[in-house]
């Protein structure tokens, strides 16, 4: 096999296998964290007849774990996620919905579940309903509702600019004001005053 070697697998490892599986690996890979850690015996004689013995018990653990996955599977259709992105006026989103948004909702909701496992088939670019997948177990999945709702961000009054016009408009008042009373004054002085045009001839 070159660099590669026949395994058991003792525990379940996920993207290799279930527990009691032969699969094929690296050397490297085997001896160096496999093998160290527990996780896998090589393909002797001897750990073959043990996993001879073992074949009923592990058989009843995957036979559970197939009963806890459709159970699973379940109460996830059961549920509806609802997420809030923000929108434009026509529910266009400025985010996008991604499989963070979706796992921090179900975690919240009480489900242990790894992200690897929720699949959103469609890139969410508005609000409204749709789906997305959870892998749960070997080929069971759950399809479960998702809800996206338009946030729609309130638009902040600028009071600045309207205060700005306020005094321009109470100096311009104030400068037509002064403006009047001088011309006022100037008509007032050509009554009183008129020119003695006597005196001069």
Same mark, same amino acid.
């Given at each position: 096999?070159?660099?590669?070697? !026949? +395994?058991?697998?003792? !525990? /379940?490892? %996920?993207?290799?296998?279930?527990?009691? /599986? +032969?699969?094929? @690996?690296? @050397?490297?890979?085997?001896?160096?964290?496999?093998? %160290?850690?527990?996780?896998?015996?090589?393909?002797?004689?001897?750990?073959?007849?043990?996993?001879?013995?073992?074949? =009923?018990?592990?058989?009843?653990?995957?036979?559970?774990?197939? #009963?806890?996955?459709?159970?699973?599977?379940?109460?996830?259709?059961? @549920?509806?996620?609802?997420? &809030?992105?923000?929108?434009? =006026?026509?529910?266009?989103?400025?985010?996008?919905?991604?499989?963070?948004?979706?796992?921090? #909702?179900?975690?919240?909701?009480?489900?242990?579940?790894?992200?690897?496992?929720?699949?959103?088939?469609?890139?969410?670019?508005?609000?409204? $309903?749709?789906?997305?997948? +959870?892998?749960?177990?070997?080929?069971?999945?759950? &399809? +479960?509702?998702?809800? @996206?709702? $338009?946030?729609?961000?309130?638009? !902040?009054? /600028?009071?600045?600019? %309207?205060?700005?016009?306020?005094?321009?408009?109470?100096?311009? =008042?104030?400068?037509?004001? &002064?403006?009047? #009373? #001088?011309?006022?004054?100037?008509?007032?002085?050509?009554? &009183?005053? %008129?020119?003695?045009?006597?005196?001069?001839?």
């Amino acid at each position: 096999m070159g660099n590669n070697i !026949k +395994v058991i697998l003792k !525990k /379940d490892i %996920p993207s290799l296998g279930e527990e009691g /599986d +032969v699969e094929i @690996v690296k @050397v490297g890979y085997a001896r160096n964290y496999l093998f %160290p850690n527990g996780l896998a015996v090589d393909y002797s004689l001897k750990n073959r007849n043990l996993l001879k013995r073992q074949t =009923d018990a592990i058989a009843k653990k995957k036979l559970e774990k197939k #009963e806890n996955s459709l159970q699973l599977k379940q109460k996830l259709e059961e @549920v509806k996620i609802s997420i &809030e992105i923000s929108a434009g =006026d026509k529910g266009r989103l400025y985010g996008t919905v991604t499989t963070n948004h979706i796992f921090d #909702e179900l975690t919240k909701l009480g489900f242990s579940l790894e992200k690897k496992k929720i699949e959103l088939k469609e890139h969410i670019k508005f609000a409204g $309903a749709y789906k997305f997948t +959870v892998h749960i177990y070997q080929d069971i999945s759950a &399809e +479960v509702t998702l809800e @996206v709702i $338009a946030k729609q961000e309130e638009k !902040k009054e /600028d009071t600045r600019r %309207p205060k700005r016009k306020k005094r321009f408009d109470n100096r311009y =008042d104030n400068f037509n004001s &002064e403006n009047r #009373e #001088e011309k006022e004054l100037d008509n007032k002085d050509d009554i &009183e005053s %008129p020119t003695d045009t006597s005196e001069e001839s």
